[in-house]
């Protein structure tokens, strides 16, 4: 028996093992309203070939995950369910994928079976509007499965519309737009805490840029790349990464792409321990921001949460790595007061920076008080992985500085009590 090849390069292709997929088809199958019954055996009978024409439901939720039709996923159906040849395959039903708690949706459509070849500037617009959105909802909430599954689904289509480009320029665009998707459903991976997948779909990312000739999509793999092994605790990895991201052509022509290049070199190194290095990569950022009137307009949305409030929050865990508590201190009150109440994940980062340096001040109390804040402030939404991870480092921070005051127990019932209910 043959297997079904076109199915394994596209699970390649997006990252997807058997069980992923089946938890992928399973969600939209829940979204359509259905039961998902799909598990890895039945993905293993999809790559075998065991199973060539699955479930009309199933055959749907494929189509929504991969954007694609089922037959271009190498499934056939029965000689008796086949078609004339001269009949034309229906459009896949490409249903809204994401719907924010704000009400905005992102939504892909598959381009009809059979219709104009061409494809422009407008096409190439809705796509960026789209993944304008989404990078809005990661910036309220936080990386999570279905925004990291839309992001995906966007890059297939513009990948599928590459192909019938009017124009190299339009194809460019189209690979530049795949790029950020891929970008986004990247870094969507890295606060979830999904290393392995994010770097992935980071390489595929870079490869992408690369077609388009684009040095902002560039620029920002290679920022994200930065922070996958700042998470990885790979930090001299992180320090090349940001090196690079100082060395894209946007980078070298404009301060403010630079000056978050800088910053998360800053970052690296203060990880290192290289306290000098560190200080004096914050100086370049802060040097390259002050320059930065002249940045691009309109600015991409990807960088948007850059500026004044994000640098200082940077400099927070600079001044915390290298031993200034106090200085942290003042540097995360600083960027909470200029954070854009929208970045609500931004926000509920930099305050879990503002615990972790009232704790190393030995403020006890002051810190479990602003720790419990963060668990407000993400409430109905649950807490991206990589912000579960810094506050797990606060509470080994806590339990190791003040194991037996009772602000602690108290704080560490509540971090129990939240765990259990997330």
């Known amino acids: ?45 999809w790559v075998t070939g065991r199973t060539m024409w699955p479930h ?7 189509e929504a995950v991969f954007g694609c039709t089922a037959r271009s996923l190498g499934f056939s159906p029965p000689a008796r369910q086949r078609r004339p040849a001269s009949e034309v395959e229906p459009p896949v039903d490409r249903r809204n994928f994401l719907t924010a708690s704000t009400g905005a949706t992102a939504a892909v459509a598959v381009p009809l079976v059979g219709a104009s070849p061409r494809v422009g500037t407008s096409d190439v617009s809705r796509l960026r509007i789209e993944l304008d959105a989404l990078t809005e909802l990661d910036q309220s909430r936080g990386g999570h499965e279905a925004l990291e ?31 950020g998707y891929t970008s986004a459903a990247a870094w969507s991976a890295i606060d979830a805490r999904q290393m392995s997948r994010a770097s992935e779909l980071l390489g ?39 090196y690079a991201a100082q060395g894209t052509a946007i980078a ?30 914050l100086g370049h950022a802060e040097e390259c921001l002050d320059k930065a009137a002249g940045r691009p307009d309109p600015l991409p949305s ?83 992985g990589r912000m579960r991870s810094l506050l797990g480092d606060y509470y080994r921070d806590l339990i190791t500085i003040a194991p037996d005051a009772s602000t602690a127990r108290e704080w560490g019932d509540r971090y129990r009590a939240e765990w259990s209910r997330l």
């Open 1 to 45: 028996m043959n297997g079904n090849a076109s199915l394994s390069n596209a699970m390649r292709k997006w990252g997807l093992t058997q069980v992923g997929l089946a938890d992928a088809v399973n969600v939209r199958l829940i979204d359509a309203g259905y039961e998902g019954t799909v598990g890895d055996r039945t993905v293993r009978n």
């Open 56 to 62: 009309p439901r199933q055959r749907e939720a494929l």
């Open 149 to 179: 599954r839309a992001a995906l689904a966007g890059a297939a289509e513009a990948l599928d519309k590459q192909k019938l480009g009017a124009t190299q320029r339009i194809r460019r665009k189209l690979f530049s737009v795949a790029a």
């Open 204 to 242: 595929r990312a870079l490869y992408l840029a690369g077609l388009a000739e684009d040095a902002d999509a560039e620029m920002r793999v290679w920022n994200s790349y930065a922070m996958l092994a700042h998470h990885r605790d790979r930090y001299a990895e992180a320090v090349d990464a940001a």
């Open 252 to 281: 070298r022509r404009w301060p403010f792409f630079a000056s978050l290049a800088h910053a998360r070199t800053a970052v690296g190194h203060a990880n290192l321990g290289d306290r000098q290095a560190a200080l004096r990569s």
């Open 302 to 384: 990807w960088i948007a949460f850059y500026g004044q409030a994000e640098l200082l929050a940077m400099t927070a865990i600079v001044r915390d790595r290298t031993g200034d508590a106090a200085g942290s201190e003042a540097a995360s009150h600083q960027a909470l007061a200029a954070i854009p109440q929208q970045f609500r994940r931004n926000r509920a980062l930099v305050t879990t920076r503002l615990a972790m340096a009232q704790l190393h001040r030995r403020d006890i109390d002051q810190a479990c008080i602003t720790a419990s804040t963060v668990f407000t402030l993400m409430s109905g939404h649950a807490i991206p």
